[in-house]
């Protein structure tokens, strides 16, 4: 039986990952939908020129109301929202799902949509059908990681965990959702306390192997509240940076504009580092990576340390938030069925499952290390 998945924004940066995964899924059918029917006709020829699929489309507006009837009467048992940026967007694609009894997840990192998607729960549960917000790297991906080795640590007391993008630029909207809160308080957690820090402040150098130094600065994701009650973590951090050092030092120059009042509008400054960075793209590497540095103790009660690093090579690195979609459509297809209700997206796929969605060996590696911490 096949399992009829439609992809909302299939024609973005990450939406198009998306599709040209699941374009090639076994017991997979795939529809594409945008605003744009040019843009949406466009990459239905481009999947059936690579792959030979021919991908139904669908032109209109998810957040539209007449979106619940387009499900209903297209037969949809997944929506991927991948139509970014969430930050200030409303859950009418959620929504719709719900009434049209259709499960749903989206790419969303941002900490407030995210984590604020419960509010969907009951709707969810008496509709009997899941809603999964943030299924991407974070916080996805980096809690099936820890919870792989969750097993060998008898407490954990700090995550603090980033990622390093390569040159590429993502979409305009990507740039314009991780600028949002350029200057603005981001509540991280210090030894048990909430402590603020400014979003895309506070610049740092981390060493990473294959990639060498990366310039990395303070970003707000939603792990920030799930990993305090998941974990028990004490001490919480999140960075993030861009694979040009050059890019680092943009984002932390419009972020004390922001945060003294000589900037007011993020999105106009985000349109023109984004065309910046398109013209700096070819000085890059080509290499991305994620990090998460855990600390606590062993079974064994002695201190213990993990280091893990998701390394992309070959400018594949937004494969790594795409393709959590890609690995639970591909569980789902097989049978798996999650639990009815409204929540953040953690737990539902393992690194595993993840790593053989992708299953690109040549370009993505996965390394974790453990050593013991002095006391």
């Known amino acids: 039986m096949v399992f009829r998945v439609m992809v909302v924004g299939g024609y973005g940066n990450f939406g198009s990952i998306v599709c040209r995964h699941l374009a090639v899924m076994p017991d997979v059918e795939l529809v594409i939908s945008g605003r744009d029917p040019h843009k949406l006709q466009s990459k239905v020829d481009e999947l059936k020129s690579q792959s030979g699929t021919v991908a139904e489309s669908w032109y209109g507006n998810a957040m539209g109301t007449e979106f619940k009837s387009v499900l209903r009467s297209m037969d949809i048992q997944l929506v991927i929202h991948t139509g970014g940026p969430f930050q200030g967007q409303s859950y009418a694609v959620a929504e719709s799902c719900i009434e049209a009894g259709v499960n749903y997840c989206d790419l969303s990192d941002c900490r407030t949509f995210v984590n604020g998607i419960g509010v969907l729960d009951a709707q969810a549960k008496q509709a009997a059908v899941a809603i999964l917000s943030g299924c991407s790297s974070v916080p996805t991906l980096a809690s099936a990681i820890i919870d792989q080795q969750r ?38 957690l210090k030894n048990g306390k909430v402590h603020e820090v400014s979003g895309w402040q506070d610049l740092t150098l981390r060493k990473m192997p294959h990639l060498g130094t990366r310039v990395l600065a303070n970003v707000d994701v939603p792990d920030m ?26 984002n932390y120059l419009l972020a004390q504009a922001l945060k003294i009042g000589l900037v007011r509008d993020h999105a106009l400054w985000a349109a023109r580092l984004h065309r910046l960075g398109t013209r700096f793209e070819r000085f890059g590497d080509g290499k991305s990576a994620m990090y998460i540095d855990v600390q606590g103790r062993g079974v064994d009660g002695e201190p213990l340390a993990m280091t893990v690093q998701l ?65």
């Open 151 to 188: 097993y060998r640590f008898s407490r954990i007391d700090s995550i603090e965990h980033g990622i390093s993008s390569s040159a590429k630029m993502p979409g305009l909207s990507t740039v314009e959702g991780v600028l949002a809160y350029a200057g603005k308080p981001i509540r991280q």
């Open 225 to 250: 509240d799930i990993f305090a009650s998941r974990y028990g973590a004490l001490t919480l951090s999140f960075k993030a940076g861009a694979g040009l050092k050059l890019g680092g030092v943009a």
């Open 311 to 375: 390394t992309a090579m070959n400018d594949k690195g937004p494969q790594i938030p795409s393709c959590a979609s890609v690995a639970l459509a591909a569980k789902m297809a097989q049978g798996y069925v999650p639990q009815p209700g409204a929540r953040a997206c953690v737990g539902e796929i393992t690194v595993d499952e993840y790593m053989a969605a992708i299953n690109d060996p040549d370009n993505l590696s996965l390394s974790v290390q453990f050593s013991e911490e002095p006391r």
